[in-house]
């Protein structure tokens, strides 16, 4: 481990069946911020190993941070900053020793900071920069329907649903999926639809609109790629298809989180219309 600038008893491990349990306790002291890493340590509990690791400083935890290709960290801003940044510290390090394939780097955006500032000499500098991506959360909106128009995608949709993916990427971040990786991406959108975590609006026969759920967990849907057709633009689509799976996941007693762009003003004026009220902020490094 590097050098610590903070004295004290340090450590770094893998989540596992051991420390599961504080994890996620560490993790709920801001649950809608952090519903990626408490999801993704539901899904990984029963692996045999984890990317996804805990910084302790005198046996507590102090920030947790999945090591994937898309780096999310999780940290407690009534800790010292000094405690943050150590932890931080240790990441880095763990980032560079490993050489860990760093694809995105997307969490609360002071953690990005100072995390960055510890990368920024050894790699290559991001393709994307999204400085800025307010997070928004909506709840029990039992007023909005439920699922009529809009429905789970089905495998029968994936010709249609995997392009419409790939121009949601493209136009929001500026690289092509399709291009970078064809069938890794098909089958990442695949395994989605399998889930059933992708919900489509179909009108005259083409999706119109579609969204998909990027972390699932007892009580919180986190969306991402909300996405409307540009031949269908300004007709409501994107309107109709949000309140229905906000009142689909609000019958299931589940919280619906996202994050956005913030120079996207369209999407945040839906957004703030439909209810949503933002909770945090983040930032995106892409490669």
Known sequence: MATLPVEGRWSIKSVGRDNIAETLAFLRRDPLINVYLIARINEERFASSTQTVEVRHNREIVLVASLATNIVLAGDRALSPDLTETAIAAIADRILTKMLPVRAIISPAH???????RLHNRLDPPTVVRMN?????????????????ARYATSRDLEALVP???????????IDPLERDSAGYRERVR???????????????????KCEYSAVTDDMVQLMGVWTNPRLRRRGHARALLREVCGHLARKGKTVTLFVNDFNLPAIALYESLGYQRIGMNRALIW
Do not use: N, T
């Not at 419409?164 to 500026?174: F, N, R, T």
């Not at 639809?193 to 119109?208: F, H, L, N, T, Y």
């Open 111 to 117: 953690l990005v900071e100072q995390l960055w500032a």
């Open 133 to 149: 991506q307010p997070v928004y959360a909506i709840r029990s909106r039992l007023d909005f329907p439920d699922l009529s128009e």
């Open 164 to 174: 419409a993916c790939a121009s949601m990427h493209l136009e929001e971040v500026g």
């Open 191 to 209: 395994e989605l639809v399998e889930q059933k975590r992708s919900v489509i609006r179909i009108v005259d026969g083409m999706i119109a609109a």
